[in-house]
């Protein structure tokens, strides 16, 4: 945190340099505060949107690929074709894991930088004292952390592509 707090803060700039002085600059620090937390959050609903998206494109090619498979002239798909689709899907899976780690590295960064920006702030509601109330994400009864859960839905989906390419093969 350290590390952070020193990137954080200009020198150069203090309560000294605002003409109403300590209020006007704990003022700009809350309203850079306001606007981390609200960046923070925007990023979180991108993250869901992309999870949004990757669901309903998976469950899309399953639906599609399911009924053209049921017909019997689609059956004897020929193994080439088949492995082809599997690992179009599995990177697919890739791709989405990707994009889960990445919005939670940065919104990770955004928090580190919100605590940061809380030391200077009279309470530390946000990162500190509420992380706190969720017992630190150590224990899944009073809460479980998003990003534990959705990493795993493209393994199982990549997973459950992988049994049921070996289970066509088998058949």
């Known amino acids: 945190m350290a590390e952070i707090s020193d990137s954080l803060w200009n020198d150069g700039v203090g309560a000294e340099d605002y003409r109403d002085a300590r209020a006007t600059y704990h003022a700009a620090i809350f309203e850079q505060y306001r606007l981390c937390v609200e960046m923070a959050d925007r990023v979180s609903a991108r993250r869901n949107l992309a999870n949004t998206f990757f669901l309903t494109l998976h469950t899309a090619l399953l639906a599609f690929l399911g009924t053209w498979l049921s017909q019997d002239h689609h059956r004897d798909l020929p193994v080439v074709l088949a492995l082809a689709a599997v690992l179009v899907l599995?990177?697919?899976c890739?791709?989405?894991w990707f994009t889960i780690r990445s919005y939670h590295q940065l919104n990770?960064?955004?928090f580190e930088v919100?605590?940061?920006l809380e030391e200077r702030l009279p309470a530390r509601t946000f990162v500190a004292?509420?992380?706190h109330a969720l017992g630190e994400g150590r224990?899944?009864?009073v809460?479980?952390?998003l990003n534990r859960v959705e990493r795993w839905i493209p393994l199982l989906f990549a997973g459950a592509y992988i049994l049921g390419f070996a289970a066509?093969?088998?058949l």
């Open 168 to 170: 066509a093969m088998a």
């Open 143 to 145: 809460y479980l952390p």
């Open 94 to 96: 890739v791709t989405w």
């Open 90 to 92: 599995l990177g697919m």
């Open 139 to 141: 224990d899944w009864r």
């Open 108 to 110: 990770r960064g955004k």
């Open 129 to 131: 004292a509420e992380w």
């Open 114 to 116: 919100i605590g940061a």
